[in-house]
């Protein structure tokens, strides 16, 4: 099945640029969707279609991916964007269609 | 307004059932695939099972194929996911999600959460 990889965490400071990668095996070949979970709520779906940002999101949040490497870049960080954050795709064909990532906690200083 | 209401947190014995609904509000059934997305205590997130828009194209993930059982009703707008022969690694908090119309496959609306215990 297929495997996506993220660190498990990523500490930055109020102002600065957080990266948060998500591995897979020719990732770029496939569409990459972003979710946003804080402590005790449910994920809300932030970026589709590996940069597409869902209506109401800022734009501080992009996304990128290429190769083996999707990218989520949170701009100017703020303290209310401390949170869990998933890649998930879609893996067409396999008994396992739907994958995500382990998550990375986004630590704000 | 979309929301997604599931049912309380339940205690299940190993090799107990237990139902677990989710009943949405601002759409219906009809219209939509949905899914179930597990999270185990401090783990990401896992995939489940799915239903489709015509309440066909019904799939699960290997770990829980023949054991668990997704449905809906339609009268009652309500989708189910019946937990059979529940093991430890089962624990955690269920997610109903809907899946989104477009081609992406992905989970635009998402409810709160069933918290599922297993223990004896």
């Known amino acids: 099945s297929f495997v996506l990889t993220q660190p498990p965490s990523v500490s930055v400071a109020p102002g600065a640029t957080a990266r948060i990668t998500c591995g897979g095996n020719n990732i770029g070949s496939k569409s990459v969707h972003w979710y946003q979970q804080k402590p005790g709520q449910a994920p809300v779906l932030i970026i589709s279609y590996d940069s597409d940002r869902r209506s109401g999101i800022p734009e501080r949040f992009s996304g990128s991916n290429s190769g083996n490497t999707a990218t989520l870049t949170i701009s100017s960080v703020e303290a209310g964007d401390e949170a869990d954050y998933h890649c998930q795709v879609w893996n067409f064909g396999s008994a396992h269609p739907y994958v995500f990532g382990n998550g990375t906690k986004v630590t704000v200083l | 307004q979309v929301q997604l209401v599931e049912s309380g947190g339940v205690v299940v014995h190993p090799g107990g059932s237990q139902r677990l609904s989710c009943a949405p509000s601002?759409?219906?059934?009809?219209?939509?695939?949905m899914h179930w997305v597990r999270q185990a205590p401090g783990k990401g997130l896992e995939w489940v099972a799915v239903?489709?828009?015509?309440?066909?194209?019904?799939n699960y993930v290997d770990s829980v194929r023949g054991r668990f059982t997704i449905s809906r009703d339609i009268s009652k707008n309500t989708l189910f996911l019946q937990l059979n022969s529940v093991r430890a690694e089962d624990a955690g908090l269920y997610f109903c999600a809907r899946g989104s119309t477009s081609a992406a496959h992905n989970f635009d609306w998402w409810g709160h959460g069933s918290l599922v215990t297993v223990s004896s």
């Open positions: 239903i489709g828009y015509d309440g066909n194209n019904i």
């Open positions: 601002g759409f219906t059934l009809r219209s939509y695939g």
